[in-house]
T-cell receptor, first 109, second 114 residues
Framework: QKEVEQDPGPLSVPEGAIVSLNCTYS??????FMWYRQYSRKGPELLMY????GNKEDGRFTAQVDKSSKYISLFIRDSQPSDSATYLC?????????FGKGITLSVRP | DTAVSQTPKYLVTQMGNDKSIKCEQN?????MYWYKQDSKKFLKIMFS???????INETVPNRFSPKSPDKAHLNLHINSLELGDSAVYFC?????????????FGDGTRLSIL
């Protein structure tokens, strides 16, 4: 079992939809949870960062961490075509970042 | 202004050759990384340097040798290239090694082995 599992996708939704992206993990030492967004032919960029369990909201984006279930989510409200990208969850156990495989999201106008 | 820049952007070469990729960051960070992203988009750390010292070396073949001449630069030299080395290599940097420090990525070097 990989340390971080992410829904494989791809995912295609109409503009305005609510998108839910999810990751599960097995390493209880993970304490820092991130979501990176990667546009085609570009490097990943940090979108959201949370520490331990709870929710964090930033505009249309909400990151949720449930450490008891070893489950994290990213919600995108009112999705836009500009949100079309690959989303990677990432986790840190004080030594290094471990990434999920990424899910490619396409938002149709 | 590009924060983390890598050269070259594309690299096409024959099996068995030796090649280098260069990375420079102008963010004033003291920690730099090399990641490999395979064709399935899986991003995995290879090396990390903090203040020019190697701190992470993730079971990468000896053919890969990183070098950090100063805090702003981290290069990657690859000997005897193999087909399986085809991937996108990303350089990243952060301010310190603390896990809450965001990592800033370059746009990658696309390496294709013929």
């Amino acid at each position: 079992q990989k340390e971080v599992e992410q829904d494989p996708g791809p995912l295609s939704v109409p503009e305005g939809a609510i998108v839910s992206l999810n990751c599960t993990y097995s390493n209880s030492a993970f304490q820092y949870f991130m979501w990176y967004r990667q546009y085609s032919r570009k490097g990943p960029e940090l979108l959201m960062y949370t520490y331990s369990s709870g929710n964090k909201e930033d505009g249309r984006f909400t990151a949720q961490v449930d450490k008891s279930s070893k489950y994290i989510s990213l919600f995108i409200r009112d999705s836009q075509p500009s949100d079309s990208a690959t989303y990677l969850c990432a986790m840190n156990d004080n030594s290094k970042l471990t990434f999920g495989k990424g899910i490619t999201l396409s938002v149709r106008p | 202004d590009t924060a983390v820049s890598q050269t070259p952007k594309y690299l096409v070469t024959q099996m068995g050759n030796d090649k280098s990729i260069k990375c420079e960051q102008n963010l004033g960070h003291d920690t730099m990384y090399w990641y490999k992203q395979d064709s399935k988009k899986f991003l995995k750390i290879m090396f990390s340097y903090n203040n020019k010292e190697l701190i992470i070396n993730e079971t990468v073949p000896n053919r890969f040798s990183p070098k950090s001449p100063d805090k702003a630069h981290l290069n990657l030299h690859i000997n005897s290239l193999e087909l399986g080395d085809s991937a996108v290599y990303f350089c990243a940097s952060s301010q310190g090694v603390q896990p809450n420090q965001p990592q800033h990525f370059g746009d990658g070097t696309r390496l294709s082995i013929l």
